[in-house]
């Protein structure tokens, strides 16, 4: 493998084939990146209220023990 991997007709053949692959499928590529992208915005902000909400539980607490 490391062999074939220095060979520069196979390496330029391979890069010819991912290029190949990467303009024909690029729509399918760009709608999955969109979709990844939308997905970690979710799932931030959702872990920004729930951070939220511990906080204010755990202050919640912190008042009801100082007062009592």
Do not use: C, W
């Amino acid at each position: 493998m490391a062999t074939l991997s220095k060979h520069p007709l196979i390496m330029f053949t391979l890069g010819v084939a991912v290029g190949y692959l990467a303009h024909k499928y690029r729509k399918e590529i760009v709608d999955s990146a969109n979709r990844a992208a939308e997905k970690s915005k979710d799932f931030v902000l959702q872990q920004r209220e729930n951070l939220e909400d511990l906080i204010a539980s755990g202050k919640e607490a912190a008042d009801d023990a100082g007062q009592g």
